[in-house]
């Protein structure tokens, strides 16, 4: 049982895990539980993580604004104030950082405001890390930082896809997760190695892009958006939390790193597929310039235009993925 669901009552996580067994070959190497500080483990793909740490037995401290009730053994609770003042918890093994407030949340309207509070949960945080890891008198040996695809030049049709060390593009959005990749940036110093986890839209139990598409499909008004031609690349959220057990195991990978499918469908093929396993037609696109009045121009370029990419680096680290075709995704998420 998840131990947020069971310390918690935190709702709708309903993974199915890999079986610890993948994680034996860390164990045999490690010869101890693993201890792993996760930044942002309250959040959307930190329940997960940490739900999977745990329940593999792994030590976690999870670092968060503010303290989730009731937790047990073996995770651990950090402010951010605490990692500040303090630096981080003996003995972390591993740290890996998911914080960030949903830049796509429909509850907010794209003022200044709300911009600078997306960039600074994810600026500020990545730079407390490092600044954390830098002053322990034992580094980690991984810093695992969440980044994003937007980092590559956006993509309105299909066309090759990007690679991990293949150059940033230009634009509001490149330059947003270009700035949230320097405020990770470890000191050459520190031995500590350093993964940017550059990670597509996320679909999972609890959250993120599937449960806010859900609702308009059910109502029939599901649809592709603009032109539908426009990339959508993707991952499961089991392969994600799996690539960052996959990661923390092989320490030859080091630098950015793609989570996203191997395979990107266009943003009318994700709506299509999900349409026919909701036996909901997808008929009716949304027009441009109704995402552009309901989201705002800026915002409005992540559902418009994305890269497409490949996760090369996590291939050729022979990760593999469960879930890389969009139909057994969607069929895993969606049954009863």
Not at 233 to 241: A, E
Request: aromatic share 8%; with cysteine; proline share 8%.
């Amino acid at each position: 049982m998840s131990y947020f669901k069971e310390a918690c009552a935190w709702g709708s996580c309903r993974l199915q895990w890999p079986p610890v067994t993948e994680l034996g070959m860390q164990l045999h190497r490690a010869r101890r539980p693993l201890h792993v500080l996760v930044g942002g483990g309250t959040g959307f793909i930190g329940r997960h993580l940490v739900d999977h740490l745990a329940g593999a037995k792994h030590r976690v401290t999870i670092v968060s604004r503010h303290a989730p009730p009731a937790l047990v053994a073996p995770i651990s609770h950090r402010t951010w104030d605490q990692i500040r003042d303090t630096g981080l918890p003996r003995d972390v093994d591993v740290v890996c950082n998911f914080a960030g407030r949903n830049v796509l949340d429909l509850t907010r309207r794209w003022t200044a405001a709300f911009e600078q509070e997306c960039r600074a949960s994810r600026y500020e945080t990545a730079a407390a890390l490092v600044d954390a890891i830098g002053r322990a008198d034992v580094p980690p040996t991984t810093f695992i930082q969440v980044s994003g695809i937007g980092i590559y030049p956006p993509q309105t049709e299909e066309c090759d896809p990007f690679s991990d060390e293949d150059a940033a593009g230009r634009g509001y959005w490149c330059d947003f997760v270009k700035e949230w990749e320097r405020s990770a940036t470890l000191p050459p110093t520190i031995r500590t190695r350093p993964i940017l986890l550059r990670t597509a839209v996320v679909l999972g139990h609890g959250g993120g892009a599937l449960e806010q598409m859900l609702p308009a499909f059910k109502m029939y008004l599901g649809g592709p958006i603009g032109s539908g031609q426009q990339p959508f690349p993707w991952i499961h959220m089991d392969d994600l939390v799996a690539l960052v057990m996959h990661l923390i195991r092989n320490d030859s990978v080091s630098g950015p790193v793609i989570a996203s499918s191997p395979r990107t469908p266009s943003n009318r093929e994700f709506v299509h597929a999900l349409g026919r396993w909701l036996h909901r037609p997808t008929l009716f696109g949304v027009p441009t310039s109704l995402v552009r009045l309901v989201l705002g121009a800026v915002r409005a370029e992540l559902l418009l235009e994305a890269p497409c990419v490949y996760p090369a680096k996590a291939i050729r680290s022979r990760f593999k993925f469960k879930y890389p075709d969009l139909d057994d995704a969607l069929d895993n998420l969606l049954q009863p």
